[in-house]
């Protein structure tokens, strides 16, 4: 049996600087339920004393990536920019960036039940 390719992908709108600035004003402003939920989708754990600071700090390193990796792409969609991250995989991620991505995808999607 070969490996697997796998990827993933976020789409942050139509800057990184806007995305971090309204990810980082949704996570201020999120209900104790809606951190929760994400601790648990990202970390497999509902309760941490400092959620919205752990989350904080998972945006500011998701820009970082965006910034300085070398295993992401970066594709404009329709006026919008799309983080791409992918490779082969034999059971684990396939790209250092991948876990990363993956959450930050979690982050949006919470995002867009807020806004609908």
């Known amino acids: 049996m070969g490996a697997d390719y796998i990827y993933t992908y976020v789409d942050i709108g139509e800057?990184?600087?806007?995305?971090?600035?309204?990810a980082n004003a949704f996570i201020n402003d999120a209900s104790d339920k809606v951190?929760?939920?994400?601790?648990?989708?990202?970390?497999?754990?509902?309760?941490?004393d400092d959620a919205r600071i752990?989350?904080?700090?998972l945006i500011e390193a998701f820009h970082e990536v965006v910034v300085n990796a070398r295993d992401i792409a970066l594709l404009?969609?329709?006026?919008s920019i799309v983080v791409f991250t992918g490779?082969?995989?034999?059971?684990?991620?396939p790209?250092?960036?991948?876990?990363i991505v993956m959450s930050i995808k979690d982050i949006?999607?919470?995002?867009?039940?807020?806004n609908a």
């Open 15 to 22: 800057s990184l600087d806007y995305f971090v600035q309204d």
């Open 35 to 48: 951190l929760a939920r994400l601790m648990h989708m990202i970390y497999d754990e509902a309760e941490y």
């Open 95 to 99: 790209t250092d960036s991948f876990d």
């Open 87 to 93: 490779g082969y995989s034999w059971g684990d991620d």
């Open 108 to 114: 949006t999607r919470e995002m867009e039940k807020a």
């Open 54 to 57: 752990i989350l904080f700090n």
């Open 76 to 79: 404009e969609v329709k006026d």
